[in-house]
């Protein structure tokens, strides 16, 4: 029989970046559990393989090897107590930081803690035996696959970086005996560079900047993004939070949330991410990613990460800012799609999308405005708002919760300032306590969208709406609770804590009110303006908006996943396999 490398992928992933980090040398130890590792690196021929009966003097020649060669060195044993052994030798490294892989073999979590035989638990380790452990569970899936690729790229980072040290890679294993992989798969290798390295060359003819949420972007780091896109053809996606107001800020959301067509523009060669937790959910495929923060941390949104940037978003634009300025096209192209489509909307129904779309440009400059999770930031994502507005959105935690109470506390620092919120009903109550605070001054001004529930589960296009609006509204919406949109309760509340209060029911209302409303210098009272919607128009206008265009493929995708569905279309990607499902 040959035996060539072993069927279990997490191994392959593991053997593959061991191979893209240059790493060779190996000290095993016997044992059982970890036989697909060794006897695959012993079939790859790469690596220059030493044997260590006790695991503690296999850890303390890994020591002296990486001390000496200056080389990072794999340790790898069975199940049981073996890896405890490592302890000591690890504990030398990790104070001397000295590059040593441990890779333990564990059987699956299960096992843990209910008396089957050598299965010792690692998921926690002691503080200073490794710099980073991660836990590699068997790959089931292409998600187990990507996390484990990641994983594994992570800590060969986190070995280099800030001094260096030992690593521990925790691998589930079924003790595969089937070794019938003749070549190993190609893995992503991510690198990372920082102020002192030498930087990789641009060699796409477009790039993309996603910018997450972001505080406010300063003029100079403005100028610098600018000029990046100036001299490497590039275009800004963004929505409300990302506080770009530069000459090539677009809001992707319009083109890529077409059901119907898929543009090709959100086909990106190269796109470079700056920023935090974004709620755009934007649809962008880029062919691979860059990442740029000072945090130095791996933030893989679009699973396509190849490199990471550690240091400051001006430093690396300025670095790659070098050069004559050309082509815009790409960014022009972004434009013209989005104008067009924005062209296309006809009228919509009474509904938080209109309201955006009908009050986006009454924002007074300069002012700050707080959105809602989910509807409401949604809704103002497909509409430019004034170039000297600051926009934020509590996306961090991505809860209904807070929205108010951070709006409160931005407002009670620039008192001069108008500060705005848009919230749907059930974020506003669950934070109303926060409008009866005493230092809220009379600089805020908070829109209301009440439809009497959780709309955004009522939506056509959400899971819960596969039940039926009543069955949707008993629990999954939350539907009928704090009043089940009375006209008085809100009212009586507000006007109680000294706020002004308006209303609206209708587009007639809504625009007798909306100028008064959005008035540029503060007024005498703090003012709650509360909107009464339902959840058919809401579900509507965001259909409508999501269906603007169309091509024949992207119409023949739709209809196959109508009949099909998600799982019969997910059996019918994994029958066709890799290449076809791309299209599906």
Known sequence: MEFYYSEEKNVQIIIALLKANKIKKVIAS?????????ESMRYDGDFEMYSSVDERSAAYMACGMAAESGEPVVLTCTGATASRNYMPGLTEAYYRKLPIIAITATLHEGRLNQNYPQ?????????????????????????DAWANNLKVNCAFMAMREHGGGPIHLNWETKCSTIFNVRELPQQR?????????????????????????????????TKLIDRFCEIHNGAVFCDQTSNYRGKYRVLGNLITYQEARESPLASVPLLIYIGNVSGAYMQLFPGEVWRVGDDGESKDLFKKQTAIFEMKEAQFFDAYSKGEPGRTSFYEEWKIAYDNILNKIPELPFSNIWIAKTAKSALPPNCVFHLGILNSLRSWNFFETPKSVMCYSNTGGFGIDGGISSLIGASLVNKEKVYFGC????????DMNSIGNRHVGNNIRIMLINNGRGTEFR???HNGAIFGSEETDQF?????????????????????????YLTASNKEDFLLNKDYFFAPNRLDKAILFEIFTNSQD??????????????????????????LGDQGTRAVKKFLGQVVSSDL
């Open 459 to 461: 939506n056509y296009n």
């Open 30 to 38: 016997p044992g059982t559990t970890n036989v697909c590792l060794v």
């Open 423 to 430: 919230f749907g009903d059930l974020a506003f109550f669950y």
């Open 189 to 221: 290798f991510i690198q990372k560079y920082s102020s002192g390295s030498e930087l990789p060359i641009i060699h796409t003819d477009k790039v993309g900047i996603f910018i997450g949420s972001h505080q406010p972007i300063g003029e100079k780091l």
């Open 119 to 143: 299965a010792i638990d690692r998921r926690i380790v002691p503080n200073d035996v490794s710099v980073m452990s991660v836990q590699l569970p068997f790959v089931k899936d292409e998600d």
């Open 476 to 500: 999954i919406a939350a539907a009928h609770h704090y009043g089940d949109q009375s006209r008085d309760l809100v009212k009586h509340y507000a006007e109680d804590l000294g706020f002004e």
């Open 538 to 563: 809401e579900s509507d206008a965001l259909k409508i908006m999501n269906t603007l265009e169309s091509s024949p493929r992207g119409v023949a995708k739709k209809a196959i996943k109508g009949m």
